[in-house]
């Protein structure tokens, strides 16, 4: 039996082509499909350079207490990519 180490991916694109004013951090949203769906694939682990965090962008709502770190991909439509998260994540984006 064969195993290959893989990863499911949702993908996302920039949505200004500079970082935002306020924080530094670039603005990212879903790869949507033309029917709406979010874009997924699975790929290689060796395809995998590092992972991203992303923060919502959460607006000027107040986010509701029973939301769960489960659902944030379906609850927000903007994110930030962190830069800040750690010294790597910093070097490697900007």
Not at 41 to 61: N, R
């Amino acid at each position: 039996m064969v195993v290959t180490p893989c990863a499911f991916v949702h993908w996302f694109k920039w949505v200004h082509d500079s970082q935002d004013e306020n924080t530094g951090m670039q603005v990212v949203e879903p790869e949507t499909l033309k029917d709406g769906m979010h874009f997924a694939s699975v790929i290689h682990l060796d395809c995998i350079f590092c992972a991203a965090h992303l923060m919502p962008v959460f607006g000027s709502e107040f986010v509701p207490t029973y939301l769960s770190y489960t659902q944030t991909l379906d609850a927000f439509r903007t994110y930030y990519v962190n830069k800040y998260i750690d010294h790597q994540a910093f070097e490697i984006a900007w």
